[in-house]
């Protein structure tokens, strides 16, 4: 047997312990000197258990805003595909100009679709670097979709700014007269 401390030497031969009992005490001594279990959590394992945890939530947040970006792409695609099927073929020799990103740009119309546009039936839409005449419900459909797209919308500006036209407005803009045949 290993020789036992001086304590033990010491309860042995004063009697109040026996052999066989220190040797137990000895054995489980040595099974926890050697035992390979863990003692607890680590400074080093509740670092790790941390940056685990930091690593997922980077992870959700970075998949949360990828699928924010599809969505945009995907909703963007749709309204392409909306003007794309929908758009109005454009005929006529007549001018009509509007302004888009502080350049004024300038569509070829005939009077009917002039008339159209100007009561708002018909809307211009920008697809890439070209411009569509659209019909209002396609027009509405895109708008949920990709509000940037719509460029000029007569049927639109009206409802949404009711300040713009006051009363003391119209009286006083009603004593000039406007030419019917007054194209910009």
Do not use: C
């Amino acid at each position: 047997m290993a020789k036992a401390n001086p304590l033990q030497e010491q309860l042995l031969k004063a009697g109040l312990v026996k052999k066989s009992k220190v040797a137990e005490v000895a054995r489980e001594q040595n099974k926890a000197r050697h035992a390979k279990g863990p003692s607890g959590p680590g400074e080093i394992q509740l670092e790790a258990e941390r940056a685990r945890a930091e690593k997922a939530e980077r992870d959700r947040t970075l998949a949360a805003e990828r699928k924010a970006q599809l969505r945009v792409a995907e909703l963007r695609a749709q309204a392409r595909q909306i003007i794309e099927d929908r758009k109005v073929p454009r005929s006529g020799e007549s001018e009509y100009r509007f302004t888009v990103d502080g350049a004024i740009r300038t569509l070829l119309l005939n009077a009917d679709l002039r008339k159209k546009l100007s009561t708002g039936a018909l809307v211009i839409a920008r697809l890439d670097d070209r411009f569509e005449l659209l019909p209002r419900e396609a027009a509405d459909k895109v708008r949920e979709r990709d509000a940037g797209m719509i460029v000029l919308d007569h049927g639109q500006d009206a409802g949404t700014d009711p300040a713009a036209a006051t009363s003391e407005d119209d009286a006083y803009y009603a004593q000039f007269q406007v030419p019917d045949d007054l194209v910009w």
